[in-house]
């Protein structure tokens, strides 16, 4: 009866195997929204990445819709040739890198509507100079938005409410006749 070192042998061919298996299933991969008009994802585990490219589309709206609820979870959107509406959600620890318009030509007219929870850092980079851009930000404590244009942009809309201990830094080159800013702290 010689059970035993059959037994360990199986056991050191399983454990590396099991080993990967597991690390696999820690590692999370971007979630992307292929270039469709319409997308909505949901993602329950930390640190997922979700990407909305609106810059192929070139007629009709683009609406995209993300929830991230595991919280350290990146949102990269970039507004297209089409109109977009961009929905992202996230827990907390978050990051959101925004372009609002096709960096070859510029034009679309899109809103953002973002919601995050404490600690969340919203990234914009504004290039519409052809095109109107809204968004409506609202962000837990210590969350910080920035703000920023590639020239001169179009008509943009502001909707911000943070919690207590944020910062906005809006340094856009707002030339637009219909440009609104309100923030709420």
Not at 35 to 55: C, L, R
Not at 142 to 154: A, H, K, L
Not at 162 to 173: I, K, P
């Amino acid at each position: 009866m010689n059970f035993l070192p059959q037994s360990r042998k199986g056991i050191y061919l399983i454990a590396p195997l099991m080993g990967a298996i597991l690390m696999l299933s820690f590692a999370t991969l971007p979630v992307v929204a292929q270039p469709s008009n319409n997308q909505s994802i949901s993602s329950s585990k930390p640190g997922t990445m979700f990407i909305g490219n609106a810059t192929m589309i070139s007629s009709g709206v683009a609406s995209y819709n993300f929830i991230g609820t595991g919280g350290n979870d990146t949102f990269d959107l970039q507004g297209g040739n089409a109109s977009a509406i961009f929905i992202a959600t996230g827990l907390l620890n978050n990051t959101f890198d925004i372009v609002t318009g096709n960096p070859s030509t510029a034009t679309n007219s899109s809103t953002f509507s973002l919601v995050s929870g404490a600690n969340s850092t919203f990234n914009i980079v504004q290039n519409n100079y052809n095109g109107s851009v809204s968004f409506s930000i609202i962000a837990g404590p210590d969350s910080f938005v920035n703000d920023t244009s590639i020239g001169p942009v179009s008509s943009t809309l502001f909707s911000i409410n943070l919690g207590t201990n944020s910062t906005a830094s809006l340094a856009s080159q707002f030339t637009g006749n219909e440009t609104t800013i309100n923030i709420v702290y």
